[in-house]
């Protein structure tokens, strides 16, 4: 069964940085796409960041500039690094990973918190 577990989360003043970690584990399958969305309180989950196998990444415009995600693939972990964070950056990040095209092959963590003190 495959399993995401987040680590990384916390309480950190504006203007400082996090760096998120999400290791994939529990299948022999090569994974394709991995990323982050965030949930927050009353707000719809949002795609903040993706990353292919190639290395080819995506933001969402509200993070561009202040966040990196990179992956490692040897040990199907993804990151998320987080610099110049805001206090609505605030929400639960939850990893992804997709084994396949179709969304039906992705798995999600449970998420980890981030909250920015204003």
């Known amino acids: 069964q495959v399993q995401l577990v987040e680590s990384g989360g916390g309480l950190v003043p504006a203007g400082g940085s996090l760096r998120l970690s999400c290791a994939a584990s529990g299948s022999a399958r090569s994974i394709g796409a991995m990323g982050w969305y965030r949930q927050a309180p009353g707000k719809q989950r949002e795609l903040v960041a993706s990353?292919?196998?190639?290395?080819?990444?995506n933001y969402a415009d509200s993070v561009k500039g202040r966040f990196t995600i990179s992956r490692d693939n040897a040990k199907n972990t993804v990151y998320l690094q987080m610099n110049t964070l805001k206090f609505e950056d605030t929400a639960v990040y939850l990893c992804y990973a997709q084994y396949g095209l179709d969304v039906k092959t992705q798995y999600r963590g449970r998420g980890t918190q981030v909250t920015v003190s204003r």
């Open positions: 990353i292919d196998n190639s290395g080819m990444t």
